[in-house]
């Protein structure tokens, strides 16, 4: 599957974005997808991730209730809400898919297929 972000750019703090993942060439509903993210000198790490049907989302502790994650299987993308925007918030975030997340949602090494990337950056 191929997958490409976008949605990123410039917010001040206390600001929103919506990210967005298209997804391609296969059958999106097979895959569990998640949204990671990388700060400059950083490791890549997890952000959100939400189940097949969407009927389940996890959440890392640093954006819980300030972030959404959604996905509509008709139109094969998947989105990001970001809400209550903070500095630390600033990152490039990838969107990822993995159709059995075997070493569990948060960890890179469960999915297959990453997109390029899309750079948020939140001043203060």
């Known amino acids: 599957v191929q997958l490409q972000a976008s949605g990123g750019g410039l917010v001040q703090a206390g600001g929103s974005l919506r990210l967005s993942c298209a997804a391609s060439?296969?059958?999106?509903?097979?895959?569990?997808m998640a949204w990671f993210r990388q700060a400059p000198g950083k490791e890549r790490k997890f952000v959100a991730a939400?189940?097949?049907?969407?009927?389940?989302?996890n959440y890392a502790d640093s954006v819980e209730g300030r972030f959404t994650i959604s996905r509509d299987n008709a139109e094969n993308t998947m989105y990001l809400q970001m809400n209550s925007l903070k500095p630390e918030d600033t990152a490039v975030y990838y969107c990822?898919?993995?159709?059995?997340?075997?070493?569990?949602?948060?960890?890179?090494?469960?999915?297959?297929?990453w997109g390029q990337g899309t750079l948020v950056t939140v001043s203060s």
């Open positions: 060439g296969r059958t999106f509903e097979d895959y569990v």
């Open positions: 939400i189940s097949w049907s969407g009927g389940i989302r």
């Open positions: 990822a898919a993995g159709d059995r997340p075997a070493r569990g949602w948060s960890s890179v090494l469960s999915y297959d297929y």
